[in-house]
């Protein structure tokens, strides 16, 4: 198991996420989210990815927490947890001395959404 292992490391370093050098200027997020997209439950699954200047430093996907009665619902699901992410990453920065001298910028698809925001 141990060789199987240290095989599969050998033939994946060229793999991964890769963190760049240099000052960080912004927190830009992005985020979507399908309408019932379970057949199961009709739960809807969101997801996120944050990147701190050009890399990208959180994402998640995972099915919501309750049912919405439509796609504007599920979507300002998505950006709320996007945004909660994203006030826990500033805050992270500050503690560790690093300022970030713009604001967030969420990026979100659903038209309704952007319009009532």
Same mark, same amino acid.
């Given at each position: 198991?141990?060789?199987?292992?240290?095989? @599969?490391?050998?033939?994946?370093?060229?793999?991964?996420? *890769?963190?760049?050098?240099?000052?960080?200027?912004?927190?830009t997020?992005?985020?979507?989210?399908?309408?019932?997209? %379970?057949?199961?439950?009709w739960?809807?699954?969101?997801? @996120?990815?944050?990147?701190?200047?050009?890399?990208?430093?959180?994402? =998640?996907?995972?099915h919501?927490?309750?049912? =919405?009665?439509?796609?504007?619902k599920?979507?300002?699901?998505?950006?709320? *947890?996007?945004?909660?992410? %994203?006030?826990?990453?500033?805050?992270?920065?500050?503690?560790? *001395?690093? =300022?970030?001298?713009?604001?967030t910028?969420?990026?979100?698809?659903n038209?309704?959404?952007?319009?009532?925001?």
């Amino acid at each position: 198991m141990v060789k199987r292992i240290l095989r @599969y490391v050998k033939g994946t370093l060229s793999v991964g996420l *890769h963190i760049g050098a240099g000052s960080v200027q912004s927190l830009t997020a992005y985020s979507d989210a399908d309408w019932a997209g %379970c057949p199961d439950s009709w739960r809807s699954t969101s997801g @996120y990815c944050i990147f701190l200047g050009d890399n990208l430093v959180s994402w =998640s996907s995972k099915h919501q927490k309750m049912v =919405s009665r439509s796609s504007a619902k599920a979507e300002y699901r998505a950006v709320a *947890h996007v945004v909660a992410e %994203c006030c826990w990453l500033r805050q992270l920065l500050q503690e560790l *001395h690093v =300022s970030i001298p713009s604001a967030t910028i969420v990026y979100c698809d659903n038209v309704s959404v952007v319009y009532d925001s």
